[in-house]
């Protein structure tokens, strides 16, 4: 299974579609454990680009800290699940407490 997180400085972006890079962590759900990381430069925002962006990358599950209603309904359209008011953490953070079902959203900080 393979989770998008939005990233900048090394960190979850407050705001999905202006991150800086995405990093997909690769991770056993069975096993709960992280299998490998990459990090990829985010395309340039473009309305309704990075659903099917990211499912051709092969995410399952993206953590984000915030989303437009419009996105998450793209990606569910895909069947990529999403969660939404993620703290401002590193992925591996982020991945090992979903894994684990520890990882608490907040308020999504997205508006729009």
Known sequence: MKIAIPMANGRLSAHFGHC???????????EKKIV?????????HE???LPGWLAEQGAEVIIAGGM???AMSLFAER??????GAP?????RLAGDFLAGTLSPGDNLCDH
């Open 68 to 70: 437009g209603g419009r």
């Open 88 to 92: 401002v953490e590193t992925p591996e």
């Open 36 to 44: 490998g990381r990459t990090d990829i430069d985010a395309p340039p």
């Open 20 to 30: 800086e890079k995405f990093a997909l962590v690769e991770v056993d759900p069975k």
């Open 79 to 84: 069947g990529i699940k999403v969660i939404v």
């Open 47 to 49: 309305p309704g680009l």
